[in-house]
Nanobody, 124 residues
């Protein structure tokens, strides 16, 4: 059974940083793309960042580029999202996702596996 488990969420003041992690089990995602999505209350789930099987291939939502960094550790089957200069509008539940193909995608429909999410709250 494939499992994706996020951790690292919490409450932080605007301008602060958080580091989200996603641990995977039941399947090796070394050769698969992965991504982070988020969903704020009353809003649809949106793409945040994605990374291809070749870690140099990354995609970012425009509003987080330069502040967030996605990375992966294949040996540990772990995906990470470093979030700096956080803003109140970054408040959401953040989800880790994996897909069966190598290339990153910003389309949530292209992802096959999802974690349960971790709450990130940024206070002003």
């Amino acid at each position: 059974q494939v499992q994706l488990v996020e951790s690292g969420g919490g409450l932080v003041q605007a301008g602060g940083s958080l580091r989200l992690s996603c641990a995977t089990s039941g399947r090796t995602f070394t050769t698969n793309a992965m991504g982070w999505f988020r969903q704020a209350p009353g809003k649809e789930r949106e793409f945040v960042a994605g990374i291809g099987s070749i870690a140099i291939s990354t995609l970012y939502k425009e509003s987080v580029e330069g502040r967030f960094t996605i990375s992966r550790d294949g040996a540990k089957n772990r995906l990470t999202l470093q979030m700096n200069s956080l803003k109140p509008e970054d408040t959401a539940v953040y989800y880790c996702a994996g897909r069966k193909y190598r290339s990153a995608s910003s389309d949530s429909r292209q992802y096959d596996y999802w974690g349960q999410g971790t709450q990130v709250t940024v206070s002003s």
